[in-house]
């Protein structure tokens, strides 16, 4: 079992919640493993807070950026189920 590591006390609800809403909208089983990290932003043109989520359904990882701070993201921001495979990471497209 994982549990929320450093970051801001206030966020912990928040990291449990969007663990939640990513486990129900992709049929993620309790077993598989969702990160939520709440990322500060420091580049021209983007909000000052992302939400960056990487989640395993069996040996598939997938990743997913939100340009919300964590306290914002809510169900309408995460992609409907069938978009699932757009979000794979296969390691392509990583920076540095």
Request: hydrophobic share 40%; net charge negative.
């Amino acid at each position: 079992m994982f549990r929320p590591f450093g970051g801001k006390p206030e966020n912990l609800g928040d990291l449990g919640r969007i663990d939640a809403l990513i486990r129900a909208r992709f049929d993620i089983r309790a077993d598989d493993i969702v990160l939520v990290a709440a990322d500060a932003v420091d580049r021209p043109g983007f909000p000052p807070f992302e939400t960056n989520i990487t989640f395993w359904k069996g040996d598939a990882r997938y990743k997913l950026k939100i340009f919300k701070p964590i306290s914002e993201v809510s169900d309408q921001d995460i992609p409907v189920k069938w978009l699932l495979p757009a979000l794979i990471d296969d390691g392509e497209g990583e920076c540095c």
